[in-house]
């Protein structure tokens, strides 16, 4: 199985910037889709962005613009560059690896705060 561990998380005022990491157990170059959701309390999970083994990538709507997935193989890692953060971003970010559409792999998640 593959192991995930998310770091970067934080405490960080809006308008801000976080950079989230995501560590792979395994060569990432040969898995199926990367991904980020979050978990808001009170609110569902939902999906943030994904990116392929290709290299295709989407967004939910909210952070289009802002956010930007990305992910380097050599390092076995997947990125979330979290940009212009507004307070409705607090939440645990979760790193996913699975075919696209259906995640099979969860990390333990990573805290996000923005606040003043």
């Known amino acids: 199985q593959v192991q995930l561990v998310e770091s970067g998380g934080g405490l960080v005022q809006p308008g801000g910037s976080l950079r989230l990491s995501c560590a792979a157990s395994?060569?990432?170059?040969?898995?199926?889709?990367m991904g980020w959701y979050r978990q808001a309390p009170g609110k569902q999970r939902e999906l943030v962005a994904r990116?392929?083994?290709?290299?295709?990538?989407n967004y939910t709507d909210s952070v289009k613009g802002r956010f930007t997935i990305s992910r380097d193989n050599a390092k076995n890692t997947v990125y979330l560059q979290m940009n212009s953060l507004k307070p409705e971003d607090t939440a645990v970010y979760y790193c996913?690896?699975?075919?696209?559409?259906?995640?099979?792999?969860w990390g333990q998640g990573t805290q996000v705060t923005v606040s003043s």
């Open positions: 996913t690896e699975g075919p696209w559409g259906h995640p099979r792999y």
């Open positions: 395994e060569s990432i170059s040969s898995i199926y889709t």
């Open positions: 990116i392929s083994s290709g290299g295709s990538t």
